[in-house]
Structure formats: structure tokens, C-alpha cells
């Protein structure tokens, strides 16, 4: 399975984006698919996570009530609503997946496949 990030872009304070991830290939064993952000000289952050096949979901404290993952099946495409933007949002967000259960969907080191990344940038 390939991941393919889009979405990011310039907005301003208060705005929203939607991101998208799909998924190339055979999404059968796919576990969970994430989203995580790496902001200039910070560590790479948690964001969301859903269950495929489930569609259980979890959020970082810092983006609850303001993002929102969701994913489509039928398109095996993951998205990534923001909605409220603000500038500490600015960052590269990339997708990943895990076909593996047991890991913490919190860490970057459970998931066994990345996107690329795409820039979202929040100005005041």
C-alpha cells in the first residue's frame, strides 16, 4: 500500500482545510491510518487515528473539537477536516498506516507506512 497526502495549503487564522490520504493497493489488512504533524524543529506529533474497519476514531487533546478524521472505504481514502485553524497548526502533516495490532495508535513507531507529507501553513 502506497499513502498519497494532499490537501495542505496557505490559510488564514480561523479557517479550515480538508486533507486527504489515499491509499493505493490492497487496504484489506490495514489496521488503523493516522495523521501526524512535524512543525520546523519539533518532533512529530500525534493528530488522529481510525480504525478501518471499524471507523473508531481518536484526536490529540490540542486538535479535539476543531479536527476531525474520517475515512471512506469504498475510496480508501482517510481525510483530515480542520476547521478553526490557528498559527500553532502550521506544519507538514503526513498520513500513515499499521497493519499491526497491539501498538499505540498515539506513536509514530506503531505504523508501518507514511505518506509524503503535505504543508499546511496558518497565518495570523
Known amino acids: 500500500v502506497q499513502l498519497q497526502a494532499s490537501g495542505g495549503g496557505l490559510v488564514q487564522a480561523g479557517g479550515s482545510l480538508r486533507l486527504s490520504c489515499a491509499a493505493s493497493g490492497s487496504t484489506l489488512s490495514t489496521y488503523v491510518m493516522g495523521w501526524f504533524r512535524q512543525a520546523p524543529g519539533k518532533e512529530r506529533e500525534f493528530v488522529a487515528a481510525i480504525s478501518w474497519l471499524a471507523g473508531s476514531t481518536l484526536h490529540a487533546d490540542s486538535v479535539r473539537g476543531r479536527f476531525a478524521i474520517s475515512r471512506d472505504k469504498l475510496k480508501n481514502t482517510v481525510y483530515l477536516q480542520m476547521n478553526s485553524l490557528k498559527p500553532e497548526d502550521t506544519a507538514v502533516y503526513y498520513c500513515?498506516?499499521?497493519?499491526?495490532?497491539?501498538?499505540?495508535?498515539?506513536?509514530?513507531?506503531?505504523?508501518?507506512?507514511w505518506g509524503q507529507g503535505t504543508k499546511v501553513t496558518v497565518s495570523s
Open positions: 500513515a498506516a499499521t497493519y499491526r495490532h497491539g501498538g499505540s495508535w498515539y506513536v509514530a513507531v506503531s505504523y508501518d507506512q
